[in-house]
């Protein structure tokens, strides 16, 4: 059946540049301000990265005009198909990890307990900048849920470059690997700030 209109309230946003813009009913939009400017801007959903019991991650552009290619691969990410292969019309600097926690009803965790927990996150996310750790770029807290905007790693977790490319691990590689993670945990503990879940499904990969 077709999907009812939007309101009127959400078919419409501003931009950090001031210029209006209307929302695509087909795709998932995410509003939230900027970790060092507090500007307020917009993302689109692509597709699905990840999902867990409380919270899921979605690949998001800041480019919001829609193609039908793009269209097609949100459709495919639905049905739990999509293709890793990107639309080419796609800035892949636009890219980013969209994070949203939900709590209430819905997300079956009480307020209580998402603030807390919330709250600690973006307190650590917000005190650290290392070229080794993901990067808060912005932050949005609503009624039913909380978003927090991610710098986009496209090589996925270690623990996939492992199953699926473990040819690609030689020694040179394995130890630039762990050096990095060497200085990211010490970067964390010079903050007093201890991880406690490292694990390869944990480092996120950057191509480069």
């Known amino acids: 059946p077709p999907s009812p209109p939007p309101s009127e309230s959400s078919v419409t946003a501003t931009d950090a540049s001031g210029t209006t813009t209307k929302e695509d009913p087909r795709f998932e939009y995410f509003d939230a301000r900027g970790r060092t400017d507090g500007k307020l801007r917009r993302w689109r959903a692509v597709k699905t990265l990840g999902q867990g ?3 899921r991650v979605m690949l998001a552009t800041s480019q919001l005009a829609a193609t039908e290619e793009e269209v097609g691969l949100e459709h495919s990410a639905n049905n739990g198909t999509a293709s890793l292969e990107l639309p080419s019309s796609l800035d892949r600097k636009s890219l980013v990890a969209v994070k949203i926690c939900e709590h209430g009803p ?5 307020e209580d307990r998402v603030e807390m927990s919330l709250k600690r996150e973006l307190e650590i996310m917000q005190s650290i900048h290392h070229p080794s750790l ?4 912005a932050f ?3 009624p039913t849920r909380a978003i927090l905007v991610l710098s986009h790693c496209p090589g996925g977790d270690l623990f996939d470059v ?8 030689v020694p040179s590689l394995l130890r630039r690997i762990f050096s990095e993670l060497v200085g990211a945990v010490r970067y964390l503990h ?19």
């Open 53 to 55: 019991t409380f919270s």
């Open 106 to 110: 819905k997300g079956g965790a009480s």
């Open 134 to 137: 993901v990067d808060l770029k």
């Open 140 to 142: 949005s807290i609503e």
């Open 162 to 169: 492992g199953t699926k490319h473990r040819e690609l691990l």
């Open 190 to 208: 010079a903050r007093h700030i201890v991880h406690r879940d490292i694990k390869l499904e944990n480092v996120l990969v950057n191509l480069t």
